[in-house]
């Protein structure tokens, strides 16, 4: 899961792109990366968060009114530097490009791409592998025929060959040198693409992100989401473009909802924060049913606050923030490899002893992924003195490794994968375990736009809406994971 932007302004790009990519910094912390166009492609990435990896002197050097922006982590690649968004390629025109989300087909359209096209695939990111198939379908089509310029018609055909070879989620955004920007939404819209305009006194803007909260903070305020299978044309004159190329059934991804995204953005016209209270709401209803109480709610910051908040107004139990997030600790979920996550909890989270001695606490959480952070709490709430520890997941149980862009690719990753709720509570060490419903949580989500009649929820059920993944996909994409984890 990544965060992209792409602007076109009146002035230059990199302010707005900066300030763009500080607010997805939730979506990715292994590294940063922006190219803008003045006459050549400015480029600056490297590892590392967003504050980290610009300063005054490079920010300086990214001139131009275009720009696209990237915050990235690791799914398919190492996790190094030379994997950071975006990629560049001088043939047709000079094309950047970035996106969010991953190919299924990553090792084959690589084989692919230098047996047939005669391109070579540079490093282990497969965005760079959308871009040569993008610059080679572009080439395939004709030009205007009164200059050089790029046409609309051309560009939609340029995707539609996209889609056609590309397989998986992914939302791009493509800057054209001298001649515009593109974005994109794969076919089943399963990682997520917004669109704004701004009309300013010089003249109207345009800008594309992973999440409205973006558009709302850089005052882009006519927005819409791009359909599944659309692409989008801003060219130099600032003129909109848009087709929708392919027509599959919706599918964006419930664990957005759930986990990756601000709560206070807005996807497919639904409110991130407005889901999660309904995912309280939810809960409340099925801890009822177990007839068990509890003498205070608490949330796992961040992003269980807004279900552990409605669950208590439903049940009528005093809540608490009773754990404290180091705030300049990163997401520990999204951090790559076990061995920083375990760190990164160690040092997130800290508990106030007093909301915790002598209570039967109720501790709310997004979700239970690898099991690393529910044990870590439990044993924390016990050390501060809790009487009774319950734990309560927004998500029903992940089981099957996500494929479309989120780093849980292996099965052996999933504490829940072959075991009973009683032995998962075990192994967390708490004295009741709750998860949410399946279907309960789908309708969390679907409660916010009826007309969303589906969504991605492959980790959960083994349903892959794309329709091309065999076990044969999964083994070759688990090797794949285990052979960048370790080396071998």
């Not at 300063?55 to 398919?76: D, F, S």
């Not at 791009?172 to 939404?185: E, K, M, P, Q, T």
């Not at 005093?318 to 997030?325: A, D, F």
């Not at 439990?378 to 494929?403: D, H, K, N, T």
Request: proline share 5%.
């Amino acid at each position: 899961m990544c965060g992209i932007i792409g602007i076109i302004n009146n002035d230059r790009a990199v302010r707005e792109l900066y300030d763009g990519l500080l607010a997805l910094q939730h979506r990715g912390q292994d590294a940063a990366g922006i190219a803008t166009y003045q006459e050549k492609f400015n480029l600056k990435k490297g590892f590392g968060l967003v504050q980290d990896v610009f300063n005054e002197k490079n920010i300086a050097r990214l001139q131009g009114p275009m720009g696209i922006g990237h915050v990235r982590y690791p799914t398919v690649g190492c996790g190094e530097g030379r994997d950071a968004q975006p990629f560049t390629t001088n043939i047709p025109y000079g094309i950047a490009m970035c996106h969010n989300g991953n190919l299924t087909n990553f090792a084959e359209l690589r084989e692919e791409l230098a047996r047939r096209d005669l391109r070579q695939i540079n490093s282990d990111c497969d965005v760079e592998a959308i871009l040569n198939v993008f610059a080679d379908e572009l080439v395939r089509v004709r030009r205007d025929p009164e200059g050089d310029r790029p046409t609309p018609a051309g560009i939609f055909a340029a995707v539609e060959g996209v889609f056609r070879r590309c397989r998986g989620s992914y939302s791009v955004l493509a800057l054209i040198a001298d001649h515009g920007l593109v974005a994109f939404r794969d076919p089943f819209g399963i990682r997520p693409l917004v669109m704004g305009k701004r009309r300013d006194p010089a003249g109207v803007c345009h800008a594309f992100a992973s999440e409205s909260v973006v558009l709302d903070l850089l005052g882009y305020g006519e927005r819409e989401d791009l359909q599944p299978g659309e692409a989008v044309y801003v060219d130099r004159e600032r003129r909109i473009h848009r087709r929708r190329l392919a027509v599959r059934p919706h599918h964006p991804c419930i664990f957005e909802y759930i986990y990756f995204a601000r709560p206070d953005s807005t996807m497919d016209d639904v409110s991130v924060y407005q889901t999660r209270v309904r995912l309280g709401e939810e809960l409340a209803e099925a801890w009822r049913k177990t007839g068990r109480t509890a003498d205070v709610i608490m949330p796992v910051p961040e992003s269980a606050r807004s279900a552990a908040v409605a669950m208590a107004r439903a049940l009528g139990v005093r809540y608490s923030e009773g754990l404290v997030k180091n705030r300049y600790i990163g997401r520990t979920f999204i951090m790559p490899g076990d061995q920083q996550r375990q760190t990164g909890i160690r040092r997130k989270l800290n508990a106030i002893r007093a909301e915790f001695d002598g209570k039967r606490v109720l501790l709310v959480d997004d979700s239970i992924v690898r099991g690393n952070t529910s044990r870590k709490i439990v044993q924390m709430a016990r050390e501060a003195g809790a009487a009774e520890v319950y734990f309560v997941s927004c998500s029903a149980p992940l089981l099957y490794p996500c494929i479309y862009g989120i780093d849980m690719q292996t099965r052996s990753e999933f504490i829940a994968r072959g075991r009973e709720v009683e032995e998962i509570r075990r192994e967390i060490g708490a004295d009741f375990l709750l998860y949410q419903d399946l279907e309960a949580m789908t309708r969390a989500a679907r409660a916010g736009n009826p007309r969303l009649q589906h969504f991605c929820r492959a980790c959960f059920t083994g349903d892959y809406p794309t329709g091309d993944v065999t076990p044969e996909t999964l083994c070759s994409i688990e090797r794949e994971r285990l052979t960048a984890k370790t080396g071998r």
